[in-house]
């Protein structure tokens, strides 16, 4: 059984960057042709995505997420990390990592697989 579990920082002042690591379990992450998503939730913007890496690196960013954001993966350690810069409030919300069979992931598929989710607040 795939497992993802997210971890980070919960709090991060704004203008600083955020940086989040997903880490899969139960399979390695080259077993199949995957993509690894980021996606957040708030209650002001409820399920955002924010982007994705394919199985064959290439990336797949939010159009108005690109300059900011990058996203990256070590599959010799099986996790993947999201980096999001010069971070403002409403970047709060609950971030998921999520394996899929693309990018998209929403509505929610039986087939992906979805972390618990991990808070960030953005505050000073």
């Known amino acids: 059984q795939v497992q993802l579990r997210e971890s980070g920082p919960g709090l991060v002042k704004p203008s600083q960057t955020l940086s989040l690591t997903c880490t899969v379990s139960g399979e390695p992450m080259t077993s199949g042709n995957w993509y690894w998503n980021w996606i957040r939730q708030s209650p002001e913007r409820g399920l955002e995505w924010l982007g994705a890496?394919?199985?064959?690196?290439?990336?797949h960013i939010r159009e108005s997420f690109e300059s900011r954001t990058s996203i990256s993966k070590d599959t010799s350690k099986n996790r993947f990390t999201l980096q999001l810069n010069s971070v403002i409030p409403e970047d709060t919300a609950v971030y998921y990592c999520?394996?899929?069979?693309?990018?998209?992931?929403?509505?929610?598929?039986?087939?992906?697989?979805w972390g618990q989710g991990t808070v960030v607040t953005v505050s000073s």
């Open positions: 999520v394996r899929g069979t693309s990018i998209r992931i929403v509505p929610k598929r039986p087939e992906d697989y």
């Open positions: 890496i394919s199985e064959s690196g290439r990336l």
